[in-house]
């Protein structure tokens, strides 16, 4: 006979008095005393999170929040004037494009860093990556940006500040140095690091998971999407861009030749 195991959660509990974070009482331990950034760590990576952690966690929080028009901000925009009731639905429409080619684009380039740093040699690894995107004509997760040439100063301040940070061990953003000069040699000329490539290295340096990095630039995007949502309540957008997409995209019958 087997013993069927039960699933268990660290997470939180409470009593008809009393609510519980981990081992944490949430009145007498958390609130006034922790920050949002303090808590939100200590629950996603099951650790008490030193100083650097937070520094790091939100000087990234800041960098993914916000980026403009894009498509999840549109979409927030658009579903918001549908269905103005109901902004948790115009948010979270904006979450969705939060993914491999827009945001959450950090994952697939931890992904290549876990591969440089468990190759036996990095360079050779970092190689192997640079041609295999090249052969694919397909940039590699990190780099390349159409709006910042020839750098992402975003990318840059973030790696300055990471080396500052004496606490953290350096071997993802060494990793993410190789892959770049990599890519470079590979381009035969210099490509864009952009700030997703930094912020995977960063997340890496503090701990983070690869498959739990996409999570902050939901928690972050979600910030910045709700900033959005406030200004089309005070400026609408949403109307226009719906105006604009109708006028510029012509019908063309089934079979005829666009002209």
Request: include cysteine; aromatic fraction near 4%.
């Amino acid at each position: 006979m087997t013993t069927k195991t039960i699933p268990t959660t660290s997470l939180c509990t409470h009593t008809l008095t009393s609510l519980t974070y981990g081992d944490s009482n949430l009145v007498e331990d958390l609130m006034g005393k922790k920050t949002f950034t303090e808590v939100m760590l200590m629950q996603i990576l099951g650790r008490t999170p030193r100083p650097v952690d937070l520094r790091i966690t939100d000087v990234v929080l800041i960098v993914l929040m916000e980026h403009g028009l894009t498509p999840s901000a549109i979409a927030a925009r658009l579903i918001y004037m549908s269905a103005p009731e109901n902004l948790q639905g115009a948010v979270s429409a904006g979450l969705l494009a939060v993914g491999s080619s827009f945001v959450g684009t950090m994952e697939n380039c931890s992904k290549l860093l876990d591969r440089i740093l468990a190759a036996p040699d990095a360079d050779a690894e970092a190689q192997a990556i640079a041609r295999e995107y090249k052969a694919l004509k397909s940039p590699v997760p990190g780099f390349g940006h159409h709006l910042h040439k020839p750098v992402d100063p975003r990318a840059y301040k973030l790696l300055e500040m990471g080396k500052a940070e004496h606490e953290l061990q350096g071997h993802r953003i060494r990793a993410l140095e190789t892959l770049s000069k990599a890519v470079d040699e590979a381009a035969g000329r210099a490509i864009t690091l952009n700030a997703t490539g930094a912020v995977a290295a960063l997340l890496g340096e503090i701990e983070v998971p690869t498959n739990v990095m996409r999570g902050f630039a939901v928690i972050s995007r979600a910030a910045g999407l709700v900033a959005h949502i406030v200004e089309e309540q005070n400026n609408p957008s949403g109307r226009f861009i719906w105006d604009t997409v109708e006028h510029a995209i012509p019908f063309v019958r089934p079979g005829a030749k666009q002209e």
